[in-house]
């Protein structure tokens, strides 16, 4: 854009050859790429310009809770060892964030990749989706990441037949565990098969068993959850839902047959 003043002196070409670069700097043809955010502000940071830009994007989009997952920061126009702060947040259904994780770190370069051994921050982790945003030094905004990670479901499985031989002292006959497992979506379905040998049993002390090795089983557990073996936490992991820790919910096979098993304690 050209702006032309017919009552200016012909002869101050120098006061329009200002003008006209003025107005070519503050109208400017080029499209600007929205999905790359830039940052600036005041106070002695670097202006909004193209020649200082942050960029960032998961590189692992979607993982089990307790997997290392990469992320990836890219700089433009700022100098070697940069330091930046890296939020990692949650955004929940309605909308609302909660800081998860933060990374702080220098990257030497123009582009950096960090990781972060994921954690389900909420009961409705599969519904969660994770972001992250930008802190470089020297500028007043932070840069949103241009996509999102979620967390993958956990496998279910069939059931498996689990029996065990257990080894008895002399004189006693050896003791065999009969049971069935299935890996559920929010528990361990575990189905056990009591049969008594040698000297008569009554029908009585037979259900008085069986109730007795339920209970223990369910009182044994009632604190205890089974553990992903992958999480990359291990033994330290502090996940409180069942997203990389699973509930145990025992039965007796005979129960499981007749499709009445007993009631499943649901996950935390």
Same mark, same amino acid.
């Given at each position: 854009?050209?702006?032309?003043?017919?009552?200016?002196?012909?002869?101050?070409?120098?006061?329009?050859?200002?003008?006209?670069?003025?107005?070519?700097?503050?109208?400017?043809?080029?499209?600007?790429?929205?999905?790359?955010?830039?940052?600036?502000?005041?106070?002695?940071?670097? $202006?909004?310009?193209?020649?200082?830009?942050?960029?960032?994007?998961?590189?692992?989009?979607?993982?089990?809770?307790?997997?290392?997952?990469?992320?990836?920061?890219?700089?433009?126009? +700022?100098?070697?060892?940069?330091?930046?702060?890296?939020?990692?947040?949650?955004?929940?259904?309605?909308?609302?964030?909660?800081?998860?994780?933060?990374?702080?770190?220098?990257?030497?370069?123009?582009?950096?990749?960090?990781?972060?051994?994921?954690?389900?921050?909420?009961?409705?982790?599969?519904?969660?989706?994770?972001?992250?945003?930008?802190?470089?030094?020297?500028?007043?905004?932070?840069?949103?990441?241009?996509?999102? +990670?979620?967390?993958?479901?956990?496998?279910?499985?069939?059931?498996?037949?689990?029996?065990?031989?257990?080894?008895?002292?002399?004189?006693?006959?050896?003791?065999?565990?009969?049971?069935?497992?299935?890996?559920?979506?929010?528990?361990?379905?575990?189905?056990?098969?009591?049969?008594?040998?040698?000297? $008569?049993?009554?029908?009585?002390?037979?259900?008085?068993?069986?109730?007795?090795?339920?209970?223990?089983?369910?009182?044994?557990?009632?604190?205890?959850?089974?553990?992903?073996?992958?999480?990359?936490?291990?033994?330290?992991?502090?996940?409180?839902?069942?997203?990389?820790?699973?509930?145990?919910?025992?039965?007796?096979?005979?129960?499981?047959? $007749?499709?009445?098993?007993?009631?499943?304690?649901?996950?935390?």
């Amino acid at each position: 854009m050209v702006i032309q003043n017919t009552e200016t002196d012909p002869g101050s070409a120098a006061d329009l050859a200002e003008a006209r670069r003025d107005s070519d700097e503050s109208f400017s043809s080029e499209p600007t790429d929205e999905t790359s955010r830039t940052c600036g502000g005041g106070g002695g940071a670097p $202006a909004m310009t193209e020649e200082h830009v942050v960029t960032g994007r998961w590189i692992t989009t979607t993982a089990y809770c307790g997997d290392e997952v990469r992320l990836q920061v890219s700089l433009t126009g +700022f100098t070697e060892n940069t330091a930046v702060r890296i939020e990692i947040y949650r955004l929940a259904v309605d909308l609302s964030t909660t800081t998860i994780h933060t990374i702080n770190v220098t990257l030497p370069s123009s582009v950096g990749e960090e990781r972060w051994v994921c954690n389900a921050p909420s009961a409705d982790w599969r519904n969660d989706r994770i972001k992250f945003r930008v802190h470089a030094s020297g500028m007043t905004a932070a840069a949103e990441a241009s996509n999102e +990670f979620t967390f993958r479901q956990r496998p279910t499985t069939v059931w498996s037949n689990l029996n065990v031989a257990h080894a008895s002292p002399s004189g006693f006959v050896g003791l065999a565990e009969i049971h069935d497992a299935r890996l559920e979506a929010n528990r361990v379905h575990l189905s056990m098969k009591i049969k008594a040998t040698g000297h $008569a049993f009554s029908d009585a002390k037979k259900e008085a068993a069986k109730t007795l090795v339920q209970d223990v089983w369910n009182n044994g557990f009632t604190s205890k959850k089974f553990h992903r073996t992958g999480c990359g936490r291990g033994a330290t992991c502090d996940c409180t839902f069942d997203c990389c820790k699973a509930d145990c919910a025992p039965d007796n096979q005979s129960q499981r047959q $007749a499709g009445a098993p007993l009631p499943a304690r649901q996950a935390q």
